[in-house]
């Protein structure tokens, strides 16, 4: 698609000047022009010396419209308004403080700005100011030194790009009814509403280990006697934190769980002290119960695998890779924030299960039920377009679903795997399925 410099010019007025090679395609327009959620009626004026890649702006529109000069757009025509953009926007923390110790990591989402175009602003949910709809402080894309420019008063976007956890507050309440499908990740979901959404789906509930979600201690206490070794999971838990691994017997319960890198175990050998040690732990969190699986091992590492999923521009889903998360000897969890390391997916399967052919039928595997899996999410999502899937296989080599993440999961561990292209691959399409989103929309796929 074309790309436009924007041209100031002084004055108040609403006349767009044009070159004669753009006035064709905005004779069947009505005279309107839209940046993000904003809207003027303008006049179209075809104007001798205005190049045939700009569109040359009065400074009245352009600070009306708060339209960064250092950008280069392109223009779609909706429902016969001209739309200027792309404007996406990046939700990318809660917070202004979260927001700027992001920033560094939001570089790789505007890696290959030129394949984007537009203007890509990154701002934190607090600052969405909803009363006079717009955003207090964020932070808007130069591409032209390649920074993040601090600015105030940003208009709103024509779309969103989520990398936060959705909570009930004003401030979602407001961009769910204000952008209905246009946020992509919305809303995020926990493990609860995963397995009661796929345990309802005949294809999809074999793959999933028996769960539970835990109202009182004696819940736990019943689930432990039938199944003798599962983990407590907070339900909105992300990177193993607060998961507590269980092992019942007749002499009592043991239980394991990780702080600061540190695998903590303690036995209780009285019932009371475990069903004290369970009220506490229940009054801080929400927590289910689920079983636990022999999965496969390599020198008493325990090892699942992270599959990267997305929609891409055309928004269709795409396979993002495949990565083995080897745990720290002696741990439960396999999470790189727990000591664990990664490998590529396909060659560490091969390896551990000592057979291509096998590696190869659980591969395609993973694809498919990646598939229906993600199709089962979006009859429940409003927008979805970035999963994180983990699974693990057993030592009967069977395939289980042990989680999906919608909320921000992380594409850095191709990095530590030496595959940095694959991160911004995936991270550039984040970026174009935001921008469809915007209806602007690239027929071609992009060439990194």
Request: include cysteine.
């Amino acid at each position: 698609m074309k790309r436009y410099k924007i041209i100031p010019y002084l004055g108040k007025s609403t006349i767009l000047k044009i070159h004669n090679d753009l006035m064709t395609d905005l004779m069947c327009i009505e005279p309107s022009l839209s940046f993000g959620e904003t809207t003027v009626t303008i006049q179209i004026q075809r104007t001798p010396g205005v190049k045939n890649n700009e569109i040359h702006l009065s400074e009245e529109l352009i600070n009306h419209f708060r339209i960064p000069l250092y950008c280069d757009y392109e223009i779609s025509f909706y429902q016969n308004t001209m739309v200027l953009g792309p404007y996406i926007g990046i939700i990318a923390d809660l917070t202004k403080k979260g927001l700027i110790r992001r920033l560094s990591d939001l570089d790789s989402y505007v890696k290959y700005y030129e394949k984007i175009g537009g203007s890509i602003a990154a701002f934190s949910l607090d600052s969405v100011n909803v009363e006079n709809e717009r955003i207090s402080e964020g932070f808007i894309y130069n591409p032209q030194i390649q920074e993040w420019i601090c600015t105030k008063d940003i208009p709103l976007p024509s779309s969103l790009f989520n990398k936060c956890k959705v909570e009930r507050n004003k401030q979602w309440e407001f961009l769910s009814s204000y952008y209905k499908a246009n946020i992509c990740n919305f809303p995020t979901f926990d493990k609860w509403e995963m397995y009661k959404w796929f345990s309802t789906d005949p294809t999809l509930k074999e793959f999933l280990p028996k769960t539970l979600l835990c109202k009182t201690p004696k819940d736990i206490l019943q689930f432990l006697r039938r199944y003798k070794n599962a983990y407590l999971k907070p339900i909105g838990g992300t990177f193993a934190k607060g998961i507590v691994g269980l092992s019942y017997s007749n002499q009592g319960v043991k239980i394991k769980y990780e702080v600061k890198r540190k695998t903590i175990t303690q036995t209780y050998y009285q019932k009371r002290e475990f069903i004290s040690f369970l009220k506490r732990l229940l009054r801080k969190n929400e927590y289910l119960i689920q079983e636990s699986l022999n999965l496969i091992s390599a020198n008493q590492r325990v090892v699942d695998f992270r599959f990267i999923y997305f929609k891409n521009q055309e928004r269709e889903w795409e396979n993002g890779g495949l990565f083995a998360r080897f745990g720290k000897q002696g741990s439960s969890v396999s999470n790189l924030t727990s000591g664990g390391k990664p490998q590529l997916g396909e060659k560490a399967l091969i390896e551990l299960l000592q057979s291509e052919e096998l590696a190869d039928h659980l591969y395609e595997k993973m694809l498919l039920i990646s598939e229906k899996a993600a199709n089962k999410l979006e009859q429940h999502l409003i927008t979805c377009g970035n999963l994180g899937f983990d699974f693990g296989i057993d030592e009967n080599h069977k395939l289980w679903i042990i989680e999906i993440n919608n909320e921000d999961p992380d594409h850095r561990i191709a990095t530590v795997c030496k595959r940095k292209d694959l991160m911004y691959y995936a991270r550039l399409q984040n970026m174009l399925y935001t921008k469809a989103l915007a209806n602007f929309h690239e027929k071609t796929p992009p060439n990194l």
